[in-house]
C-alpha cells in the first residue's frame, strides 16, 4: 500500500455526488485502500448521477440518496467524517444561464450549507472542493496558472467561483481544513454520455457508437484533458498532504488539442465514423471562452502530482467501456 493509501484506511469518508462520474470512480480507489466510504447523491436525473456507476461495489459503500440542498440531512451526514470530497455540482454551464436560481442553489447556497454542518458538527474534517476552470472565463495569457484573473462567463462560473471562496475562508477564518482544484475537462469511464451536460466528449463518443456523425462546433478550440484516474490522484493527494490545506490548484492534461483534431482522433481510435464541423448555436456562443488549457505546475511542485495518462490512452478506454455499457447510460 502506498504512503496515499495509508491515509485513508480504516477512515470515514463522505463523497457529494458520490453516484457521479468522478465521486464513484474515487469511490473504488478509496474503498481498495480500506476506507469506510459513504456516498451521498440526489440521483435527479439531470446531474448525472448513475447507480451502475458502483456496479461490482454493492456491499463495500454506503449509498444515501439524499439532496445537498437538505440542510437538515448534512447535519447527520457529515458527523465523524473524517474527509470529505465535495464533488456535487451542478455541471451544464447552459442550464445555469436558463435556470439560474438551481444552479444558485447547488453550486453556492449548498456548499456554505455544507461547510456550517462541517463548522458546527464535524470540525476536524478535510475537506477537499471540486472546482473549475471556467471560473478563469475567456483567458488573457495560456496557459492559465492560478494567478490569472478570475473572469467568469456564466452564471455556473459565477457560483462555483463563489462555492469555492467559501471553502478558503472557512479553512483561513474557522481552521476548517480544506483544498479547492480546479478542475479542466475530466474525462473517463462513467462520464455523463445522454448530453452534453457535463462533457462534450461523452455526447461526441455516444455518436460515435451509435453511428452518428459527431458535430464539432467551431473546431479551431484549443482544449487540454485530465483523464479521470489522473484526477482521482490528485483528489487523493490534496486530502492526505496538510501542505495542501487552504491552497488552490489547476488540474490539466497531458498536451493540447484543438477540437477538431480530437473528433479526427476519437474516430481513428474507434475505427470508424465521421464528424462534421458547425458554426456555434447562437446561445453556445455568447458563453463559450475560446482557447484554454492550463498551466499545473503549482501542483507539480507542491504536491508532486501530473496527468500520467496519454490523451489517445485516455479516450481509448473510454470507448472501450462504452461500447461494452452504453446502454446503462443512455
Known sequence: ??????????????????????????????????????????????????????????????????????EHSLKYLVQGQDFIFNLAGQTSHLDSMEHPRA????????????????????PQVKVVYASTRQIYGKPDYLPVDERHALNPVDINGINKMAGEFYHRVFNNVYGIRT??????????????????????????????????P?????????????YVDDAVEA?????????????VFNLGGDGVVSLKDLAALLVEINGGGEYVVREFPADRQ????????SDFAKIRAALGWEPRTPLREALHRTLDFYRAHLGRYV
Open 235 to 247: 483528489l487523493l493527494l490534496s486530502a492526505a498532504r496538510d501542505d495542501a490545506n487552504g491552497e
Open 103 to 122: 444552479d444558485l442553489d447547488i453550486n453556492c447556497a449548498a456548499q456554505l450549507a455544507i461547510l456550517e454542518a462541517c463548522r458546527r458538527h464535524s
Open 1 to 70: 500500500m502506498n504512503p496515499t493509501a495509508t491515509s485513508f484506511h480504516g477512515k470515514r469518508i463522505l463523497i457529494t455526488g458520490g453516484l457521479g462520474f468522478i465521486g464513484s470512480n474515487l469511490a473504488r480507489q478509496l474503498v481498495d485502500c480500506g476506507a469506510d466510504v459513504l456516498l451521498v447523491d440526489s440521483l435527479i436525473p439531470e446531474y448525472g448521477g448513475n447507480l451502475f456507476n458502483i456496479d461490482g461495489l454493492e456491499g463495500r459503500v454506503r449509498v444515501n440518496i439524499s439532496d445537498v440542498r437538505d
Open 214 to 226: 459527431i458535430e464539432v462546433w467551431g473546431g479551431a478550440q484549443l482544449r487540454d484533458f485530465t
Open 286 to 293: 455568447r458563453i463559450d471562452i475560446g482557447d484554454y488549457y
Open 179 to 212: 483544498c479547492v482544484l480546479r478542475l479542466t475537462n475530466t474525462i473517463g469511464p462513467r462520464m455523463r454520455v445522454r448530453d452534453a451536460r457535463q462533457t462534450f466528449v461523452g455526447i461526441w463518443m455516444r455518436r460515435l457508437l451509435e453511428g452518428q
